[in-house]
């Protein structure tokens, strides 16, 4: 669907599911529309209310699993300028605030097990669960969805962390009572580099492997050109680069670095890398200059060229590594009598 122009109409699509097995009770579905744009008319079928820029419709059940999708008609103001962002915020909601879950067996037949309550404690940001029992060497499990805020949607370089406590009177061993999850919006680019071949003696060759990756979850892509830096110690020079992934089906092609200043070689390894990509790059390089005893440190780093492209941990966007040259081999000459 073409984007809304000032003055026009435009027509949003809402979407919503009941995830869980019981039936929900007095749902209502919340839209907040933009500033620059007003309600027209809908295809729920539902009774709805509207509070100020709040378009409200009551669902009434839902039951277990089911789902539904309607389309909600605005307008746009004609005074909104062009490129004027637009952000619409739909919520769905249900006073009810505790949950009965059954647990299942490896079979996946339902009512096996403790049935486990969730209690959403809002004001908190708190879930609790209570398991009815947990006999010795039983175990229980749970998964739940949560939403990003309005303001953090889309907003890179923000940490979310989830933090988990089983509180026991009379535990015999609370320390394992507690754990953590921390969730990360925007890419995160890391490196480590190795020593991969070769001996640190003056005139040889050394190997070094770079190993390069977006960790990030959930698939958040670079928006500039990822590079790849690889600063070598004085002492030493450069003598080849091989990349593990070329073009499709090609594999460790011959890579000349993209610009060099000094002893920084650089590679440019494209745009748009999604959660989860990674290539290797070997290095070889030879031990020139450098004295016996002389160490030689050989530092790597991975970073983009978009400012928008921030970071949750920049601590793994370098990596280094130090070799003691060692004495020349020294050869006796045989001589027979």
Known sequence: MANPAAGGNYVYRI???????DTASNVQITDTLPAGMSYLADTAGFPHTIDGSQVIWDLGTIAGNAHDQFEVFVQVDGGVAAGTPLTNVVEITTPEDAYPISTTNPGW???????ITATHDAPNHRMVFWLERLAGGETASLNFWVDVEGSAVGVRGLAFTNT??????GDVYPEDNTDEAVAYSGPDLAIVKGLSGGAPRPGELLTYTLRFANVALWRWNTEGMVWVTDTLSAGMEFVSARQRFCDPGVYYCTRDPDRQEGQALAWSHGAN????A???MVITARVASAQAGAVLTNRAVIASDN???IEPDYDNNASEVAVVVAGSKGYLPLIRK
């Open 15 to 21: 979407f919503y599911h009941n995830h869980q097995d």
């Open 109 to 115: 037949s339902r009512n096996h097990g403790p049935t």
């Open 164 to 169: 988990l406590t089983a509180p026991l009177p």
């Open 273 to 276: 890398w999604h959660g989860g």
């Open 278 to 280: 990674w290539n290797e």
């Open 307 to 309: 400012a928008n492209d």
